[in-house]
């Protein structure tokens, strides 16, 4: 019922930069408690990069990415961004977008996923 659209993954070398946007879309009204962002590799347990809340834009930040990762969000569009520079080739991931919004209950909901490949 609800829709996450991702995008601005990509290819680039170590030391480089890219934005990820997140827009939740297909319902008139969307209440958003927190959305964020997580990776997951091959072989290995997804994990949390990143969250804010919409409320008071509460951050976290995974050890791995802090000083180099920042999350953000615009309210007026529900939409997260995660700012990622200095990457490294570690950082290599497909990167999924989550939302938390009350309804009924507080349901969750992921977006499709995009890659970020970080080349040495």
């Known amino acids: 019922q609800v829709q996450l659209e991702e995008s601005g993954g990509g290819l680039v070398q170590a030391g480089g930069s890219l934005r990820l946007s997140c827009a939740a879309s297909g319902r008139t009204f969307i209440n958003l408690r927190a959305m964020g962002w997580f990776r997951q590799t091959p072989g290995k347990e997804r994990e949390v990069v990143a969250t804010?809340?919409?409320?008071?834009?509460?951050?976290y930040y995974a050890d791995s990415v802090k000083g180099r990762f920042t999350i953000s969000r615009d309210n007026a569009k529900n939409t997260v961004y995660l700012q990622m520079n200095s990457l490294k080739p570690e950082d290599t991931a497909v990167y999924y977008c989550n939302a938390a919004i009350w309804g009924s209950n507080i349901n969750t909901y992921w977006g499709q996923g995009t890659q970020v490949t970080v080349s040495s």
């Open positions: 804010i809340t919409w409320s008071l834009g509460s951050t």
